[in-house]
């Protein structure tokens, strides 16, 4: 574990690699990274971090995602952990002289082992037998992986590294037509031009930046007392088409302007905070611009999936070498001479031709013209803020908001100002919720509050900028009433959250934190995004998004109310329920009130259901679908505005919830922070969670006493637009067959959508990687039998138009939808267990719905009852299956 011998090898005063020094072990998610080395020979170096140090290997070829390529792996000595962030140019002369890329970095855990502190112990065992196996979390390599020592090996140094099959096997990988993260550039030091840039003898290790709030509070963030203010954009509800619009993604991040002259630069907000230290990336990326300029655009952080997101962009500084970007979109002035009186789409002329091609930082934010309806389907299934509309001949009106670009959001999203925060409650540290308010005439009026969407570290950070902005009184006229004591702020700080909706009375519901808006004021705010689409942007559109259809709507069915007559120890006992206003009401759930809103709204348009019927639906079947949620962490799945809207997933719910909903505090490694669960252990909770937009209800595979190891395995079938039901059922029979081959037990449910399941009961004996080893056999012997229909290719592109025999469901934290769930799809089908015999053709989801299911379950009662007993002995079943 010493790092002698890589001290001993590298001379520190000719080498920009860092020197480092064997680190404490932490709790800390543990990193990896694998750097493009261009030196004698190209090779890629792996390394793990282990015990303070990464442990390394050299990879001639590469690692690959082929599991049929297994790449030799050369040990070689201990690197500190600084050098996991290393990347540029080794002088000639130098041991490895030559260039190193990041090709790839994330995290990494060990296969089978859960507990965090538990990783490294195992780790070192596995090394020591020469058999390590570990998931990686990458940008280029995700899934699982193992490394072998190979057999009489000398010293043991030779390894192999292989790929597990998963669902992130790439056949035939070219490890040459992937880009490596963070490259070295384009004038460092190659094989065929040995002298270093003049500019930049020796490169450092990069210095995270600090975030934008800690800038802010410390003073650090220089204000500019003269800045160009940039033009702003009205909000309008639907998307349109014009051929006299252009349109563009509206991205979510900092708005920038960007000042280059001939001697100096600046890059500041939109109201004149200085982006210099705070994103020095994009800052020193300005030196691509050869002439003087002014430009506007916005500055973005990816995420994994390549989409901008404002809370990896909060993440800046801590995390410098996530991807930022600047996506330009605007030009102002072009070598002294401005433009604003020009139309834009002259404008964007000049610009494309003024950016560098294929730049990491700075990029031209393209456009579409005419249809605006088909950019913003593509902003829905991208799942990005929303679009921007343009006058193609609207000129650039400096500090306006103006109609002649509207912004059209997919997402419901507001900037807040922070005026307070309630006190914590339970493991909660620092604050509960901030209390959140707007402008209006000149008055602060509350608008709601937010008390999800933070990490430890965001809100630590949070408090920490409250602190010297407390007053013992609050900064709102009315009086306010809250369930928890109130620390109430000076309205100087500005926030953006995303919502569920808005109600009539203007307050935002299920508020989720984003971040902080250092780019704003707090007199800024001072109007609702939705309010403002409903009215003049919209043409004189008078509903709002949550109040669609409210006129159509039919009243929720509802039981007798109870009289104030009926005795105490008989209101606990049963349920009960009273009206609390026109479209809400108060049910009383063994011996719990549970609050129930918005009972007339129409979640189904075309076939008439409320969500009244919808929680009336659960209320009456609760007591056959609570065994299947009782215990299991949930990913809530919320369509608060029907099923016509896309709806979003919300796992961190269990900290804001009512005393009787019970939940579990579970680190996530994806997003690397702690997530408050909801166990749906009771009646009132599932009744709480339909209240929220839960239309269906997705539990975990496992329950809160076995994690890792799930009580059933599951085969999705899930077909495409070109297969028939018949053919889902074919596929379905042919799945029973190999399962009868090897003496397993199979019980089969409807999706409620367009598929089935079929769950085979495990009673929590195995892991997932073992669940899902058996499902994958299971499927390919499957497959093997509808071969013509079928296929176990999980991208879409390549299914081409056949039936997918998902078994990669099988893994810690995959929901699939309850057994007696209801869907959000037209119909408000109904997932439900079916006995082998009514598995044939001419079965069809749609025939089973709220109507049709009491009757069924009286006539039939619970079949799938058994996925929750006895589970199969998966060696008996693999060696019968053998012979």
């Known amino acids: 574990m010493s790092l002698a011998q890589y001290k001993k090898k590298r001379d520190f005063t000719k080498t920009s690699e860092p020197e480092g020094e064997k680190k404490k072990q932490g709790a800390a998610p543990l990193t990896f990274v694998i750097q493009r080395h261009d030196a004698s020979r190209l090779h890629y170096d792996f390394r793990l971090e282990l015990d303070g140090v990464l442990k390394s290997w050299a990879i001639p070829k590469g690692p690959s995602l082929d599991p049929a390529d297994k790449r030799l792996a050369m040990m070689v000595e201990d690197h500190p952990l600084e050098y996991g962030k290393f990347y540029g140019s080794i002088p000639k002369g130098n041991y490895g002289a030559g260039t190193v890329d990041i090709w790839d970095h994330g995290t990494y855990t060990p296969d089978g082992v859960t507990k965090r502190a538990d990783y490294e112990k195992h780790l070192r065992e596995q090394l020591q037998k020469g058999d390590v196996k570990v998931t990686l979390k990458g940008k280029n390599l995700q899934g699982s992986f193992a490394l072998v020592r190979m057999k009489n090996a000398e010293e043991g140094n030779a390894w192999l590294l292989i790929k597990h099959r998963d669902e992130h096997v790439v056949k035939g990988y070219d490890i040459a037509a992937v880009k490596p993260v963070k490259a070295h550039g384009k004038k460092t030091w190659t094989r065929d031009d040995p002298d270093e840039p003049k500019d930049k003898k020796k ?96 500055i973005v952080v990816l995420d994994e999936n390549d989409r901008p997101s404002f809370q990896k962009l909060q993440q800046y500084g801590e995390n410098p070498s996530l991807p930022i970007i600047y996506y330009v979109f605007d030009i102002l002035s072009h070598k002294g001479k401005s433009l604003t009186g020009l139309p834009l789409s002259e404008r964007k002329e000049i610009l494309v031709n003024l950016l560098p091609k294929d730049h990491p930082v700075i990029r031209y934010s393209d456009h579409v013209e005419e249809y605006g309806k088909r950019v913003f389907q593509h902003a829905v299934e991208l799942g990005v803020e929303g679009v921007i509309a343009k006058k193609a001949d609207s000129v650039y009106q400096v500090g306006r908001r103006t109609y002649d670009w509207l912004k059209i959001k997919n997402l419901n999203t507001q900037e807040a100002v922070v005026a307070g925060y309630t006190a914590p409650r339970k493991s909660r540290k620092y604050l509960g919720a901030l209390i959140l308010g707007m402008y209006k005439r000149g008055r602060l009026v509350y608008i709601g509050h937010t008390g999800t969407g933070f990490t430890d570290k965001v809100l630590k950070e949070v408090y920490g900028t409250l602190q010297p902005l407390v007053r013992k009184t609050s900064p709102f006229e009315e009086k306010i009433p809250f369930n928890a004591p109130v620390t109430w702020v000076e309205p100087r700080l500005v926030c953006e959250v995303k919502f569920a909706e808005l109600t009539d009375e203007g307050i ?34 008078k509903t709002s998004r949550t109040s669609k259809g409210a006129k159509a709507a039919t009243p929720a069915p509802k039981r007798a109310a109870k009289t104030a007559k009926t005795s105490r120890k008989k209101a606990t006992e049963d349920d009960h329920e009273s009206d609390v206003g026109p479209n809400d009401r108060m049910m009383r759930v063994e011996g719990h009130e549970v609050k129930l809103t918005n009972q007339n709204k129409l979640y189904f348009p075309k076939d008439g259901i409320t969500k009244g019927q919808v929680v009336e639906y659960y209320n009456s079947i609760s007591k056959y679908i609570l065994p299947y949620l009782k215990d299991r962490p949930e990913s809530l799945k919320r369509n608060p505005n029907g099923i016509e809207d896309k709806g979003f997933y919300h796992k961190d719910a269990g900290d804001d919830a009512p005393s009787f909903v019970d939940s579990i505090t579970l680190y996530s490694e994806a997003a690397r922070k702690d997530i408050d669960y909801i166990l749906c252990n009771n009646k009132a909770t599932l009744l709480y969670m339909n209240n929220l937009g839960c239309i269906e209800v997705n539990p975990w595979c496992s329950r809160t006493k076995s994690l890792d190891n799930p009580d059933y395995l599951v085969l999705d079938l899930d077909p495409s637009d070109d297969n028939t039901f018949d053919q889902v059922i074919d596929t379905a029979l042919a799945v029973k067959e190999v399962l009868d081959k090897a003496g397993a037990v199979g019980y089969c449910k409807t999706s409620g959508a367009s598929g089935l399941h079929i769950y085979v009961p495990l009673a929590a004996r195995y892991d997932y ?69 009514e598995v044939k053709h001419g079965l069809h989801p749609s025939d089973f719905t709220m109507k049709t299911l009491p009757k069924r379950l009286d006539k039939k009662g619970d079949l799938f009852k058994p996925v929750l007993g006895k589970g199969i002995d998966m060696a008996k079943c693999l060696k019968k299956k053998e012979e």
């Open 203 to 298: 490169e450092k290790a990069k210095k995270p930046a600090p975030s934008a709030l800690t800038s802010v509070r410390s003073g650090k963030a220089e204000k500019y007392k003269e800045f160009i203010e940039p033009m702003a954009a009205q909000t309008r509800e639907d998307a349109f088409d014009d051929p006299g619009w252009v349109f563009e993604i509206k991205w979510d991040g900092y708005r920038a302007v960007a000042e280059i002259g001939k001697k100096e630069k600046r890059l500041y907000s939109r109201n004149g905070l200085s982006f210099r230290s705070l994103y020095p990336d994009v800052f020193d990326s300005l030196d691509e611009i050869k002439v003087p300029a002014v430009l506007d655009g916005e």
């Open 508 to 541: 935002l519901r299920q508020a989720v934190f984003m971040g902080m808006r250092i780019d704003k004021a707090p007199k800024e705010v001072d109007h609702l995004d939705v309010e403002e689409a409903d009215g003049k942007a919209t043409k004189g559109k």
């Open 769 to 837: 990687d073992q669940a899902r080893m058996f499902a994958e056999l299971v499927a390919h012997h499957a497959q093997e039998l509808v071969p013509k229909f079928t296929t176990l290719e999980r991208s879409l592109n390549q299914r081409k138009g056949r039936l997918y025999i998902d078994y990669l469901q099988n893994k810690r934290g995959q929901t699939l939808a309850s057994v007696y769930s209801m869907r959000p799809v037209p119909g408000a089908t109904l997932s439900t267990p079916l006995e082998w015999k």
